[in-house]
């Protein structure tokens, strides 16, 4: 931390180069440390400049700079309450062009008529986490196996394992990255996940319930998103600190039979 602290000089003296080289028209930034310092330096230089925030709680550098940027562009509407910015506007998450073609085309009623299917994905690197909590829900319920199908994406890591856990189980597909994402939220009812916007949007756009267990973190803005939803009654939130086994299930057997 005070090795980044020593290099903002830098990073102020580099971004200054590079707007008179490059003479930006509008400067975005969309959070981190590395857009501090050249939006921090087009605010000075008087260039046009605005912020993307995609989470419901706002990252330090983006509540920095709210003081010093004209807009903010908004997935959410609590992050207003962190920022400072004279304007807002609500614009919610862009998507993929394949997510959002294929969710205009997605039939709920035709989807609602299909056997029950239940995603777990824990991004495109997996959850460890997530892997062992679906996993063991999956073995101790076999009375539903022949009414659900699950579909887990392990990540790399811990795709061997999980792949020897199932023996080969009818109703399981395991996978260790998905890359035709679209269709299988298509074909998934409930969806167990991290809270990150774009995972929460996707999910939303076609229809999808999710049980979010959101990555402990210090900012926790992933729990600030998921509770979001759950204000909105559109999925559900468990805390990994707090995991309950028998709670986890219940409420999954409960989604099971309420179509």
């Known amino acids: 931390k005070i090795k980044t602290i020593l290099k903002i000089p830098i990073g102020l003296a580099q971004s200054f ?26 605010a000075l230089l008087g260039r046009p400049t605005a912020l993307w925030e995609p989470n419901a709680h706002p990252g330090m550098a983006n509540r920095l700079l709210s003081r010093f940027t ?35 085309k997605s039939n709920e ?31 101790k319920h076999s009375e539903i196996h022949d009414q659900v199908n699950f579909i887990h994406q392990t990540g790399t890591q811990d795709f061997e394992k999980m792949k020897n856990k199932y023996q080969n189980l009818k109703c399981v597909q ?54 979001v939803v759950v204000q909105s009654g559109a999925g559900f939130l468990v805390k990994q600190n707090e995991f309950n086994e028998k709670d986890f299930s219940d409420m999954i057997l409960k989604l099971k039979d309420n179509k």
Request: charged share 20%; proline share 4%; net charge positive.
């Open 174 to 227: 395991v996978s260790e990255f998905i890359y035709d994402m679209p269709t299988i939220y298509n074909q998934s009812h409930i969806q167990i996940c991290r809270g990150g916007a774009s995972t929460i949007a996707e999910a939303a756009a076609f229809g999808v319930v999710p049980i979010i267990i959101p990555i402990l973190a210090a900012d926790n803005h992933q729990l600030r998103n998921a509770e």
């Open 17 to 42: 180069f590079l707007i008179l080289k490059y003479r930006p028209v509008v400067v975005l930034g969309v959070g981190g440390y590395a857009s501090a310092p050249f939006v921090l330096m087009s």
């Open 70 to 104: 004209r807009k903010a562009y908004l997935v959410f509407q609590d992050a207003q309450k962190y920022l400072a910015n004279k304007k807002t506007l609500i614009f919610g998450m862009p998507l993929r062009e394949e997510i959002e073609i294929l969710s205009q």
């Open 109 to 139: 009623i035709e989807k609602a008529q299909k056997k029950m299917t239940i995603l777990c994905f824990g991004g495109s690197q997996g959850s460890l986490f997530l892997n062992e909590k679906f996993s063991e829900f999956i073995l």
